[in-house]
């Protein structure tokens, strides 16, 4: 059985422009205490194994030692390496184990496993000079995020029962903590490795809380909303996706949104667009989508209301996809945003992009400004959809901005079909600077007749 967890954990996001550095939320509660309790994820044959020996090294300090602190840290700059010892019987045959980790601050480059031959050295002497060599890469981390839990396959690392060494690494210059067998959440070697769990069934205990669990893994997380979601995107991102089903039923996340960086492949559906609503209100000073994802791809959201409440924040939309590919919103309403309804944006910084994305038999009504946004983004398709009441432009394919970090950039080669618009305070469907977007039996009307100009 994973152990009762309760994590004390700051929220954090990156901030525009500057990678690797993380800021605050303006506005949120910095601390968020989380309750989580977790049922058995592994089968009943699966052992779990805490480290014998557990320290890092360091390249500042060459002679000094770190083996009794309550985290192990990685670094790029300084160099920051962590040893981990496990002492494993009954890995199988042929062996095969998974690494869990608790990672205690967030990573923007991921945390990268290596085997080590040597299983002699000691936690209490070891030192950046007396370093173990590293042996071959095993495993790789994606982007972490701080206060989860990472899960790798280990197995090449693995010979038999006996002593294992592992170390971890990251090309991040931020110092990352990671808990060691002195703290709160030691790392775990698992043999073998748990299923992955390929879903997590959503659904309401009561007023403030929520349970997201697993059928094919066991696991259970209960919670606020955004905890038991977001904890179950981490598990469904580290094993190749999968889906978060909501059932029928209003899920309020209050003053919180679900805020996602760096998610590949898991998928968000509902019992229907009258059926499952997802909503929060907030006054924030700052971006509090509902759905708001960084660097995330191939994902699909349908079958389900998204409502945002909250006063007017030009930038605070309902679904936001900053740097989003290949992705799919299907037969979703958004009935309320405090900004736009639904906007792909592919201006920001490091060659961002948000091309390849569809949206589909969707309805945004009730926004206070755009009901969908292609900002700086190609290749996207627009069909069947109806946007009405809106305060801005039923649909706007558009450029980045002058200041934008990746200035003025167009959106191309789109394609908007088939829409229905009605009651759009600017332009039916506006576009600035693009080429080749293809328009197709869209019908508008009673629009453009609200805003001067």
Known sequence: M????????????TAPGHRGRRMPLPGALLAVLLLIAVLPATPAS???????ADSYVQSSSPTRNYGSRTTVRVDDSPTRIAYLKFDVSGAGSPPAAALRIFVETSNDFGIDVWSVADTTW??????????????????STQPVDGGNWQLVDVSSAISGDGLVSLALTTADNTATRISSREGSNPPELLAPPPPPPTQYDVTRIDATTFEAASPV???VYTGSLKTVVEAAVNDLNQTGGGDVVFTAGDFDLGSDHFEFYFVDGVNFIGAGSGATVLRNNSSATTDTEPFDFTSSN?????????DAGG????????????NGNGITVDNVRVTGARGKGIVFDGKNANGATADGNTVRDCEVSGVPSDGIELLASNDNEITGCDIMNVGGHGIQITKGSSSADQPNKPSNNNLLANNVIDQAGQDGININS???????????????DDTAN
């Open 311 to 322: 006063p007017l924040r030009s930038t605070s939309d309902a679904l936001d996809f900053d």
């Open 122 to 139: 000691d936690e209490n002497t070891i030192n950046y000079n007396n370093r173990p060599p590293l042996g071959a890469l095993v495993a």
């Open 217 to 219: 893994t066991g696991t």
């Open 46 to 52: 699966a052992a779990t194994f805490t480290p014998v």
């Open 434 to 448: 693009g080429n080749n977007n293809t328009i197709l039996n869209n019908t508008i009307t009673n629009s453009a």
């Open 298 to 306: 191939n994902m699909v959201i349908r079958d389900m209301t998204v």
């Open 2 to 13: 994973w152990p009762l967890s309760v994590t004390l954990h700051r929220v954090f996001r």
